[in-house]
């Protein structure tokens, strides 16, 4: 497999990446599953990068139906360090208006159908979650937001619901008063499966409207999210190319570097020796 430094995957209205060189596609499978799409490498403000379209080419993938952890696991095979993740969202808040984009740096589960973890089948593990995305993307989406121009918000907490319907008015008004900013359907899973790959990450939040809440703004349709979706896309282009451009080379101030260090609670010498082969590429230098 190709090598790159930097992973980029792409929501709803992203489906490549503009501007790559070098552009190299592979169809891989993994010890679980196949990803979302062919990972697309090249080059990119002179960093290798690999591309994922998180729904597949043509969105044909449901966010309950994404295979996660394959696609964090493509990931760390293809030796990626960091992850700029993108995604449109809902706003609970009136600050936070269609095409604005917000950078969060908390979660809330509200999922109930999915794997959320590469543990299990013989070993125990724990990562540390309390800050769950790393503030070096995070600064490095920022950066780059301002250096492109567009109104970003550093911080706030992401809904992650279970869809693929939207909201009732009444759970957006209790996330609302929750306090929380914007709601998806795709990064909680994401961001715990690359924390326990040790790679950071972090998402850019593409806001495409203001959700059921909102009293004078009509409920949302899918016309409307994609409409926006697609006009965001062009901005997160943008955002992300200036992003490989900004991002750090040495990453090891970032505490998902050595996330898994500590994690695993089973004694080594009792994990079977097919579970240990199937995690050789995230943990083998733990066993």
Same mark, same amino acid.
């Given at each position: 497999?190709?090598?790159?430094?930097?992973?980029?995957?792409?929501?709803?209205?992203?489906?490549?990446?503009?501007?790559?060189?070098?552009?190299?596609?592979?169809?891989?499978?993994?010890?679980?599953?196949?990803?979302?799409?062919?990972?697309?490498?090249?080059?990119?403000?002179?960093?290798?990068?690999?591309?994922?379209?998180?729904?597949?080419?043509?969105?044909?993938?449901?966010?309950?139906?994404?295979?996660?952890?394959?696609?964090?696991?493509?990931?760390?095979?293809?030796?990626?360090k960091?992850?700029?993740?993108?995604?449109?969202?809902?706003?609970?808040?009136?600050?936070?208006?269609?095409?604005?984009?917000?950078?969060?740096?908390?979660?809330?589960?509200?999922?109930f159908?999915?794997?959320?973890?590469?543990?299990?089948?013989?070993?125990?593990?724990?990562?540390?979650?309390?800050?769950?995305?790393?503030?070096?993307?995070?600064?490095?989406?920022?950066?780059?937001?301002?250096?492109?121009?567009?109104?970003?918000?550093?911080?706030?907490?992401?809904?992650?619901?279970?869809?693929?319907?939207?909201?009732?008015?009444?759970e957006?008004?209790?996330?609302?008063?929750?306090?929380?900013?914007?709601?998806?359907?795709?990064?909680?899973?994401?961001?715990?499966?690359?924390?326990?790959?040790?790679?950071?990450?972090?998402?850019?939040?593409?806001?495409?409207?203001?959700?059921?809440?909102?009293?004078?703004?009509?409920?949302?349709?899918?016309?409307?999210?994609?409409?926006?979706?697609?006009?965001?896309?062009?901005?997160?282009?943008?955002?992300?190319? @200036? *992003?490989?451009?900004?991002?750090? #080379? $040495?990453? /090891?101030?970032? +505490? !998902?570097?050595? @996330? *898994?260090?500590?994690?695993?609670? #089973? $004694?080594? /010498?009792?994990? +079977? !020796?097919?579970?240990?082969?199937?995690?050789?590429?995230?943990?083998?230098?733990?066993?």
């Amino acid at each position: 497999m190709a090598q790159a430094e930097i992973g980029i995957i792409g929501g709803s209205g992203l489906y490549g990446m503009a501007g790559l060189t070098d552009v190299h596609e592979e169809k891989i499978s993994t010890p679980f599953g196949d990803p979302s799409d062919p990972l697309v490498f090249g080059t990119l403000e002179g960093r290798k990068v690999v591309f994922l379209a998180r729904h597949g080419k043509g969105h044909r993938i449901l966010p309950s139906e994404l295979n996660f952890r394959a696609n964090i696991y493509a990931m760390k095979a293809a030796g990626v360090k960091s992850i700029l993740s993108i995604s449109a969202v809902g706003s609970l808040k009136e600050e936070h208006k269609p095409t604005d984009f917000v950078v969060p740096d908390q979660f809330i589960d509200r999922t109930f159908a999915r794997n959320a973890t590469f543990f299990g089948e013989g070993v125990v593990g724990h990562v540390a979650f309390g800050d769950p995305v790393c503030h070096i993307v995070v600064d490095t989406f920022v950066k780059a937001c301002e250096e492109v121009g567009l109104v970003v918000k550093r911080g706030g907490t992401y809904v992650c619901m279970e869809g693929p319907q939207f909201s009732t008015r009444a759970e957006s008004n209790l996330y609302r008063s929750w306090g929380a900013d914007i709601i998806g359907m795709t990064n909680l899973q994401e961001a715990k499966l690359a924390r326990e790959a040790e790679i950071s990450y972090a998402t850019l939040a593409m806001v495409t409207d203001y959700d059921c809440w909102y009293e004078g703004h009509d409920d949302v349709t899918v016309e409307q999210v994609i409409a926006v979706a697609h006009q965001n896309a062009a901005n997160a282009q943008n955002v992300v190319k @200036a *992003a490989v451009r900004l991002m750090p #080379t $040495d990453l /090891s101030a970032s +505490p !998902a570097q050595s @996330a *898994a260090k500590f994690a695993i609670m #089973t $004694d080594k /010498s009792t994990i +079977p !020796a097919e579970t240990k082969k199937k995690l050789d590429v995230l943990f083998g230098k733990y066993f």
